[in-house]
């Protein structure tokens, strides 16, 4: 029995790698990006280098390190390679050396909020795309996490107040649409205004989307793109988010970001995007999840896909996974051929009121719901993984995390229950105490999570 509980997650391990290998941020540039002789096709979207332009590499993102180094290989040896040259705002622990594009340590490991390192680097992006002439090409890397990156208060709004409406939100457990929906109308460089910066002159981003169905807008706060969401749209979120804790919510959200709202919701509409800016996703969940198809079918498992919509509270999630691994694993008649469910998105966290010490993030609570679902059961002949692809699950060290019977086995042997630490959000204490974290480091790239739950339908 131990041998077969130790391959379900050894397998529900490589088969979530697997996943996120097939979208490794170089990679994808690589298979996408190709130069041409007289200038780059991009997905089958040409674009002329024959002028003596520069061509100017901006973006932000946990992939940007990845993209813009695969954008350097395929270049490389070429007679645009000297031409090159850039900014790209990421995360500290994502910095490497390249030869021509500048990789800006935006924010710290870990902490997925805007930072002064971030506001510089953001207002040299908008300088870099303000001097682009009609010869040259700008291209922007975009990626998961870049929202966070790209940090430009308008007028009005200090540092402070978007980090204060920023944890409000999490904590309030907004969606990544509420959540860029309200950013994007406090920034000088989201909803469109990176595009409205270049005046008209060429752009095209390359996008690995980390958000479910791949709305251009809202992917780190859609910085080409114009934006579909008003000031009035982003009031909405504060209101109704705010209502279910009305004296927080008011006190955690500065006066300024209501004023700020308040007039913008009045003003005339942006100026609209010029036609010379292609978008274009060159990624995404689905990619990840068809490799991670193919990966488990190697192995010998049957195959069902959730598709990558997953959504709603962490723990409900996984408390619903739970289920239906246990209504496969007891199906009659039973059968040889393991199971593999399949399904991607970003659930998000409630936060429970607490004083105590807490630690986790989304993946692992969905996890530790699932295992306080099938803790009577003891997840016998079931493995459930759920791991973030950009290996960050909120502010730890984890992608996320993996149990199997071993794990509740441990558990109990450690006189632990999920409960307890479900109640408080401390679900990296659990993990860390049972040996079910999921630890990777960065990977360079981000398309929401993977969850891989593995069911062994064999006969007793």
Avoid at 226 to 236: E, K, Q
Wanted: charged share 20%; proline share 6%; with cysteine.
């Amino acid at each position: 029995m131990t041998d077969n509980v130790n391959r379900l997650r050894r397998d529900a391990v490589a088969i979530w790698r697997a996943g996120v290998a097939a979208v490794d941020s170089e990679r994808l540039v690589r298979d996408r990006v190709r130069f041409t002789g007289s200038g780059l096709d991009v997905a089958g979207h040409p674009f002329d280098l024959s002028s003596a332009g520069r061509i100017v590499v901006v973006g932000a993102g946990k992939a940007g390190a990845g993209m813009a180094a695969g954008l350097e290989q395929v270049l490389a040896g070429t007679p645009a390679a000297d031409r090159l040259t850039g900014w790209v705002n990421v995360p500290a622990d994502c910095i490497r050396p390249l030869a021509h594009i500048h990789l800006h340590p935006a924010r710290p490991a870990g902490i997925n909020e805007p930072t002064e390192a971030g506001v510089a680097g953001s207002r040299e992006i908008l300088r870099l795309v303000s001097h682009l002439s009609a010869e040259d090409l700008g291209i922007v890397l975009l990626s998961g996490g870049g929202s966070a990156l790209l940090p430009a208060p308008i007028p009005g709004i200090s540092l402070a107040d978007k980090q204060a409406v920023t944890r409000f939100l999490m904590s309030a457990g907004a969606t990544i649409n509420e959540l860029n929906c309200v950013r994007k109308h406090l920034s000088a460089i989201k909803g469109g205004n990176l595009a409205r910066a270049a005046r008209g002159a060429r752009l095209v981003a390359l996008v690995i989307s980390d958000v479910i169905g791949d709305p251009l807008d809202v992917i780190a706060s859609g910085p080409t793109v114009a934006d579909r969401s008003t000031a009035a749209d982003a009031l909405a979120v504060l209101e109704k988010l705010s209502r279910r804790d009305p004296i927080a919510g008011r006190r955690d959200i500065p006066e300024s970001v209501w004023s700020v709202l308040e007039a913008k919701s009045r003003a005339p509409a942006d100026a609209p995007i010029s036609n010379a800016v292609c978008n274009l996703v060159i990624g995404n969940n689905a990619t990840a999840l068809a490799a991670a198809a193919e990966k488990a079918a190697a192995l010998g498992y049957a195959v069902r896909s959730l598709g990558s919509e997953q959504q709603g509270i962490a723990r409900d999630v996984g408390r619903e996974l739970a289920e239906l691994s246990r209504s496969i694993r007891d199906s009659d008649p039973p059968t040889p051929v393991p199971l593999c469910v399949l399904s991607g998105g970003e659930p998000v966290v409630r936060l429970s009121p607490t004083d105590e010490p807490r630690k986790g993030g989304r993946n692992q609570e969905l996890v530790l719901g699932a295992v306080a679902a099938l803790w009577e059961d003891g997840m016998d002949r079931i493995a459930i993984l759920s791991g973030g692809t950009d290996g960050e699950d909120g502010p730890t060290d984890a992608a996320g995390a993996v149990a199997d019977a071993d794990l509740v086995r441990e558990a109990r042997t450690r006189h632990l229950t999920p409960d307890p630490f479900l109640t408080i959000n401390n679900s990296y204490a659990f993990f860390d105490q049972t040996g079910g974290l999921l630890k990777t480091g960065p990977t360079h790239t981000n398309v929401m999570d993977i969850q891989v739950i593995l069911v062994d339908r064999s006969p007793d």
